[in-house]
């Protein structure tokens, strides 16, 4: 069984920075694609930034020149620091990974329980 466990949410005031985590545990080979996906009140669920296993990364429009998304593939890890933050990115951030699992590397898409991020102006 995999796992993905986010922290790093919290209240923060307009203009701060936040860095999310996720690390991938349990009977885990590698994590391959990975992202950040948020869902604010009363909306849909959004793609947020993207990676790939080779570091590719891909973002909102929205949040383009304020967030980068990391990762350490080595601590199956993927982070996501965001800065200039603004109310309208209050929202829960989840993260997702398409895994590979060990022993019998099979493909496994896995994601976390998701963690709150408040922005006060």
């Known amino acids: 069984q995999v796992r993905l466990v986010e922290s790093g949410g919290g209240l923060v005031l307009a203009g701060g920075s936040l860095r999310l985590s996720c690390a991938a545990s349990?009977?885990?080979?590698?994590?391959?694609?990975a992202g950040w996906y948020r869902q604010a009140p009363g909306k849909q669920r959004e793609p947020v930034a993207t990676?790939?296993?080779?570091?590719?990364?891909d973002y909102a429009e929205s949040v383009k020149g304020r967030f980068t998304i990391s990762r350490d593939n080595a601590k199956n890890t993927v982070y996501l620091q965001m800065n200039s933050l603004k109310p309208e990115d209050t929202a829960v951030y989840y993260c997702?990974?398409?895994?590979?699992?060990?022993?019998?590397?099979?493909?496994?898409?896995?994601w976390g329980q998701g963690t709150l991020v408040t922005v006060s102006s």
């Open positions: 990676t790939t296993i080779d570091g590719d990364s």
């Open positions: 349990g009977s885990i080979f590698s994590v391959n694609d």
């Open positions: 997702n990974a398409q895994t590979r699992t060990w022993p019998d590397y099979r493909s496994l898409e896995v």
